[in-house]
């Protein structure tokens, strides 16, 4: 099977853009979880969603969002970038029959 | 406010020597609470995944340990080798609004370094 994809991998932004970044679970699992990770702060959690759902959310202000759709596919959008959401952004899935998590290679936003 | 504290923050030992990393947390009542590990640039990796009613579970040279009744857990790496050099991270789901899939709560991480 193949794993978490994650597109973009790289992206460079400027203060108050927009960027969506897109996770493609691995196949047949529903869960999907979004983290920001910062030299800093560690794993910081986003969000989690299942079967489209918005199971639980981090932390964050209003400017991040995401949802997740009716194949799995999920995908996440922050709004008026600022120079801190420069980060690592980690999208992790997990299979129906387990609570453990797949991680994918992660997208490195750059906002400059 | 739930929390999961790690220790120690980072560690350095040489290959071929045994270590034990920590995590204590006040998470409660939990559904599990797992290991990944971190490699530079990556995305972490599950090594492994309790239930709050199991007191270990192995994964090759990893082994974690939980104590449900003080809060703690351990993994012990043996026989360390220079790939494991990474970070650690504890991570706790709590049971939250009468499910199993609270929202997880990190630890910081250790950072362990293995040289030769």
């Known amino acids: 099977k193949a794993g978490v994809t994650q597109t973009p991998r790289y992206l460079i932004k400027t203060r108050g853009q927009q960027v969506t970044l897109s996770c493609s679970p691995i196949?047949?699992?529903?869960?999907v979880s979004w983290y920001q990770q910062t030299p800093g702060q560690g794993l910081q959690f986003l969000f989690e969603?299942?079967?489209?759902?918005?199971?639980n959310k981090g932390n964050f202000p209003g400017r991040f969002s995401g949802r997740q759709f009716s194949n799995s596919r999920s995908e996440m959008n922050v709004s008026t970038l600022e120079l801190g959401d420069s980060a690592l952004y980690l999208c992790?899935?997990?299979?129906?029959?387990?609570?453990?998590?797949?991680f994918g290679p992660g997208t490195r936003l750059t906002v400059l | 406010k739930n929390q999961v504290e790690q220790s120690p923050q980072s560690l350095i030992i040489l290959e071929g020597k045994n270590c034990t990393l920590q995590?204590?947390?006040?998470?409660?009542?939990?559904?599990?609470l797992r290991w990944y590990k971190q490699d530079t640039g990556r995305g972490p990796v599950s090594l492994t995944i309790?239930?709050?009613?199991?007191n270990t579970k192995s994964n090759g040279r990893y082994t974690a340990t939980l104590d449900a009744d003080t809060k703690q857990s351990s993994l012990h790496i043996t026989a360390s080798q220079l790939s494991d050099s990474a970070s650690y991270i504890c991570?706790?789901?709590?049971?939250?609004?009468?499910?199993?899939?609270?929202?997880?709560?990190f630890g910081q991480g250790t950072i362990l370094t293995v040289h030769p």
């Open positions: 196949s047949g699992h529903r869960s």
């Open positions: 969603y299942f079967s489209e759902t918005q199971r």
């Open positions: 992790a899935s997990s299979p129906l029959s387990s609570d453990t998590q797949y």
């Open positions: 309790m239930t709050f009613s199991e």
């Open positions: 995590c204590n947390y006040t998470v409660s009542p939990f559904s599990n």
């Open positions: 991570v706790v789901r709590p049971i939250a609004g009468g499910t199993s899939y609270g929202k997880l709560t």
